[in-house]
């Protein structure tokens, strides 16, 4: 059984730094595109960042380049999310998803994501 478990999320001041974990159990993450996607209340999902397999590419959404570094270790079969510099609309649950595909590119895209993660809450406010 696949199962995706984010931790790692918290309350922090506006200005300060995270780090998500996703770590994966059931499922070899390394092969696949993962995504990290956020959603706040009253929102859609929004995807956040991915990164691909093979070549390790990476996506960004524009809300969050620069600040936000998505990065894996598949020795850990787990994948990180930095988050520097949060901001009080960066509050949101976030959640990591894998795509069942071998080697295919990331997008940031819901529907490609086969597998998702329960979400940890982010909290930015001073």
């Known amino acids: 059984q696949v199962q995706l478990v984010e931790s790692g999320g918290g309350l922090v001041q506006p200005g300060g730094s995270l780090r998500l974990s996703c770590a994966a159990s059931?499922?070899?993450?390394?092969?696949?595109?993962i995504g990290w996607f956020r959603q706040a209340p009253g929102k859609e999902r929004e995807g956040v960042s991915c990164?691909?397999?093979?070549?390790?590419?990476?996506s960004y959404a524009d809300s969050v380049k620069g600040r936000f570094t998505i990065s894996r270790d598949n020795a850990k079969n787990t994948v990180y999310l930095q988050m520097n510099s949060l901001k009080p609309e960066d509050t949101a649950v976030y959640y990591c998803?894998?795509?069942?595909?071998?080697?295919?590119?990331?997008?940031?895209?819901?529907?490609?994501?086969?597998?998702w993660g329960q979400g940890t809450q982010v909290t930015v406010s001073s």
């Open positions: 998803a894998a795509d069942r595909v071998f080697f295919r590119l990331c997008v940031l895209s819901r529907s490609r994501y086969d597998y």
């Open positions: 059931g499922f070899t993450l390394d092969g696949h595109a």
């Open positions: 990164i691909s397999p093979r070549d390790g590419s990476t």
